[in-house]
């Protein structure tokens, strides 16, 4: 079965760089959360889409902007990087009206 | 102000017993809790999840036992096995499409042979 495809898988930046996260939903699938996951700890969500509009929206640092397109992938922008933005950052999409999400593989992103 | 409040940390299991992982809630808003099962570097897979109009469900293996009154809800891993050793993370969500999960902090779980 088709599962959620982030990339980069990887990703290393310097202080104050910017980075891009991508996000392809499961097919079918029109809903798209972001969350952040510390060594350690729980994921805490940042934000979600539905149908291209902003549905939910969580601890997620100014400097960090979303948005979901009209194929329904998504993509997290992050600007300033700081090194406590060295973590896991998991996508996640649910179908129509359904509340099962189902997380993608991550990208492990490592501010140096 | 931790949302959902998981117990115990750490559980350490023998093969073929009973793991089970505790968890409470305080928002009555709250109707859908899904239980998630993570391996190290891994994406948090869905294992199982019920709603407040049920007390119980059972997947196989896994069951998921819900008190409604006392917001708590309780994973139990039957006859457990060394591939089941991984971290549990319970959540929350008010169970409307694109609304948040709240996790709780989750259990490391370890089944020795």
């Known amino acids: 079965a088709a599962g959620v495809i982030q990339s980069p898988r990887h990703l290393i930046k310097e202080k104050r760089e910017t980075a891009t996260l991508k996000c392809y939903p499961i097919p079918r699938h029109d809903t798209v959360y972001w969350y952040q996951q510390g060594p350690g700890q729980d994921p805490q969500f940042l934000i979600s889409f539905y149908e291209k509009m902003q549905s939910d929206k969580g601890s997620i640092p100014d400097r960090f902007s979303a948005q979901q397109f009209s194929d329904y992938h998504s993509e997290l922008n992050m600007s300033s990087l700081e090194l406590g933005d060295s973590a896991l950052y998991f996508c996640a999409s649910s179908p129509v009206a359904v509340d099962e999400q189902f997380f993608g593989p991550g990208t492990r992103l490592t501010v140096l | 102000q931790q949302q959902v409040k998981q117990s115990p940390q750490s559980l350490i299991v023998q093969k073929g017993g009973i793991s089970i992982i505790n968890c409470a809630y305080e928002n009555t808003a709250f109707d859908y809790f899904p239980w998630y099962q993570q391996f190290p570097g891994k994406g948090p897979a869905l294992l199982i999840a019920?709603?407040?109009?049920?007390s119980e469900k059972k997947e196989g293996r896994f069951t998921i036992s819900f008190n409604k009154s006392a917001k708590q809800f309780s994973l139990h891993i039957m006859d457990s096995q060394p591939g089941d050793s991984a971290t549990y993370f319970c959540?929350?969500?008010?169970?409307?499409?694109?609304?948040?999960?709240?996790f709780g902090k989750g259990t490391t779980l370890s089944v020795s042979s």
């Open positions: 959540a929350a969500s008010r169970g409307q499409a694109g609304t948040a999960l709240i």
């Open positions: 019920i709603r407040p109009d049920v």
